[in-house]
């Protein structure tokens, strides 16, 4: 099945995702190979709003495709 998935979260002022939520569903597995995905992603750089870091929501869209595959 191909197609895309769409995540919600937030970058914290210190890096961290949080609050992840799928917000564009293709299948659940999929759905969660991406929460775990973007679970075990290095800090990210926060937002900033003059100079000080503040927390960004963002969404976040994978696709999925089995293009090149026998």
Request: charge should be positive; glycine fraction near 4%; charged fraction near 25%.
């Amino acid at each position: 099945l191909d197609g895309r998935v769409y995540a919600q979260f937030v970058i914290d002022t210190i890096g961290n995702v949080t609050e992840i939520k799928i917000i564009k569903s293709l299948r659940p597995d999929y759905d969660q190979a991406l929460i775990d995905a973007i679970k075990q992603s290095p800090k990210w750089t926060p937002a900033t709003l003059e100079n000080r870091p503040v927390p960004y929501k963002m969404v976040y869209p994978i696709v999925f495709s089995k293009k090149g595959k026998n």
